[in-house]
């Protein structure tokens, strides 16, 4: 089939190196945005140093985040074009308009009050600067939102119609606000702020246990964790909701996700159970084993105990989607995600217990490691969602209307080769670089000695004004 060719599966290949990396970046953009007005905000509230001095420490971090993500953002808008150019040409009426506002959001809006945000310091005064701030965080997630967007239609694809190969769009408002994007946005949202907050206080939880400014470090941890009792299990209640989404408008992703064949038991009865895990068979018919908690799907997707979820057998064989990667990367983001919201309880139970106080803090070495290891866990959870939501819509380019042999480029099998190892060296290399400089500023921590930034210049607050300077006395006045 041609599905299975080997420059369809190159295309594929390349496509998914390139979006996985770049997924990286921008969910910390996003959330450590909103951090860094957070830390501003609380500085002009309080005028106390420590929020400055973290304010633009985790402003260093957020700069290196932020390039990286510029560099492999506009290589994945490239590979549209050099990878799938059937679907950008048909697609384009849509969501070239779409990427269109996501760039005038991101390079115009964004940038230009980053610009302010970076070099403003000590040359606008505090609240145009916070204002400058809050914009970068704003626009941050209006970017996002346009990506969402544009994703959202390819899985439930509303408001067009394909005419002559092209997508036309006939409704504007039904296309943008398809299903999938009404709760998929705010699912990467909050993933995006769940991310932000484990930095936080997994960089704060390292500067903590090498005894390096503990009393500054206490604060965002403590105010991170407040956030994430808050913000871990709202992820869980929206990825439920999610949930239901595909099951209503693509149930052959949901049957991949969840390894379920079989809509009816043998006897015709309906049972359907959730496979904790499983293995399809070399027929590709059901799995060969698995181990299944009774009615638990039925429950999930249904509210009803035994519900009818369609399986896989009732999907035309040449439109089921693999079910392998689906399947274990669902469970490996579900898994995260209800870890770290273990992880949010514990950090608020020493909370109320005042274990999180300047002096007792550094006591919880174990809180305080798992914290640091829990940084790297929402970055695992945003992967392998992403995994699951674009290898679950297959064949599908956009879902029901486009397969993805039809949307990729005609190129030899060279020229693709030629293509995942030059985008395979590039995206290693921004990662690489940018860990290497993340890695350099929190190793060297926060400046604590350059003068604290005030309206129209800079100086140290505790330090005397300079004497003003004295003019020069004339010629015929200095001494011989």
Request: net charge neutral.
């Amino acid at each position: 089939m041609l599905e299975n060719s080997l420059p369809v599966l190159l295309s594929r290949l390349d496509f998914a190196w390139i979006t996985s990396f770049h997924i990286l970046y921008p969910p910390l953009t996003i959330g450590l945005a909103v951090a860094l007005f957070f830390f501003e905000w609380r500085w002009m509230r309080t005028n106390d140093e420590h929020w400055y001095r973290l304010t633009r420490f985790f402003e260093k971090l957020f700069i290196v985040n932020f390039g990286a993500g510029v560099a492999t953002g506009i290589t994945m808008e490239m590979a549209f074009g050099i990878l799938y150019g059937p679907f950008s040409q048909a697609a384009g009426p849509f969501f070239g308009q779409v990427l269109g506002y996501e760039t005038i959001t991101a390079f115009m809006y964004e940038a230009g009050f980053i610009g302010l945000m970076i070099f403003g310091w000590g040359k606008i005064n505090k609240k145009m600067h916070l204002f400058a701030t809050f914009n970068v965080a704003l626009s941050s997630a209006l970017s996002a939102m346009w990506i969402l967007v544009a994703n959202s239609w390819m899985q439930t694809p509303t408001g067009v119609a394909l005419k002559n190969g092209v997508f036309q769009v006939t409704d504007w408002f039904a296309a943008i606000l398809n299903p999938d994007v009404m709760l998929g946005f705010p699912h990467m949202l909050i993933a995006s702020f769940e991310l932000a907050l484990f930095f936080v206080a997994a960089v704060s939880a390292w500067f903590i246990l090498k005894q390096r400014h503990i009393a500054m470090f206490q604060r965002p941890l403590k105010y991170a964790m407040l956030a994430l009792i808050v913000i871990a299990p709202l992820q869980v209640y929206l990825g439920d909701g999610l949930g239901e989404v595909i099951s209503h408008d693509q149930p052959a992703a949901l049957a991949s996700m969840e390894g379920h064949y079989h809509t009816y038991n043998k006897d015709g009865s309906v049972n359907t159970g959730w496979h904790v895990v499983a293995w399809p068979n070399a027929k590709g018919d059901g799995n060969a084993f698995a181990i299944t908690i009774p009615h638990v799907l039925s429950v999930l997707e249904t509210r009803t105990w035994s519900g009818k979820v369609p399986g896989l057998d009732s999907i035309k064989p040449q439109d089921r989607p693999p079910v392998v990667i689906p399947f274990y990367s669902f469970r490996i983001m579900v898994a995260i995600g209800m870890f770290l919201s273990l992880v949010a309880v514990w950090g608020v139970w020493l909370a109320i217990r005042g274990r999180l106080a300047v002096k007792a803090i550094a006591g919880n070495k174990w809180f305080l490691r798992t914290l640091v290891f829990s940084a790297f866990l929402p970055y695992a959870a945003v992967w392998t969602g992403w995994w699951t939501r674009e290898i679950a819509r297959q064949p599908w380019v956009v879902y029901g209307l486009m397969r993805t042999a039809a949307g990729v480029s005609h190129m030899s099998v060279p020229l693709e080769l030629f293509w995942l190892v030059g985008y395979m060296a590039f995206e290693l290399m921004v990662l690489g670089g940018a860990a290497y400089f993340i890695a350099k500023l929190i190793r060297k921590g926060p400046d604590m000695t350059s003068p604290i930034a005030h309206e129209g210049h800079q100086t140290l607050g505790h330090l005397e004004e300079p004497a003003p300077h004295e003019p020069a006395k004339p010629e015929y006045l200095r001494p011989a």
